[in-house]
């Protein structure tokens, strides 16, 4: 998969699923601090990313998950590894 497609797919389930403004999601954008997303919301990207991406995320994985960048980053190691 290559990584504009997952980055359109995470984009499209932070704005849909998340209820996150569409100009919020940048690289840059700190997942918990800019776009406000807490433990809860965590727990529902797991389920949607091993629905849309078919793996499982490790929470000690996500710990240097910070940044929008670092989550399409990650997906796209564990995607194409």
Do not use: Q
Not at 33 to 61: A, M
Not at 69 to 79: E, G, S
């Amino acid at each position: 998969m290559e990584k504009r497609e997952i980055e359109s797919l995470v984009n499209h389930f932070l704005t849909e699923d998340m209820e996150i403004e569409t100009d919020k999601i940048t690289e840059e954008a700190r997942l918990r601090e800019d776009l406000g997303l807490d433990s809860l919301d965590f727990v529902d990207i797991v389920v949607v990313v091993e629905r849309t991406f078919g793996f499982k995320i490790k929470p000690e994985e996500m710990g240097n998950v910070l940044t929008v960048k670092d989550f399409y980053n990650y997906i796209d190691a564990k995607v194409n590894a």
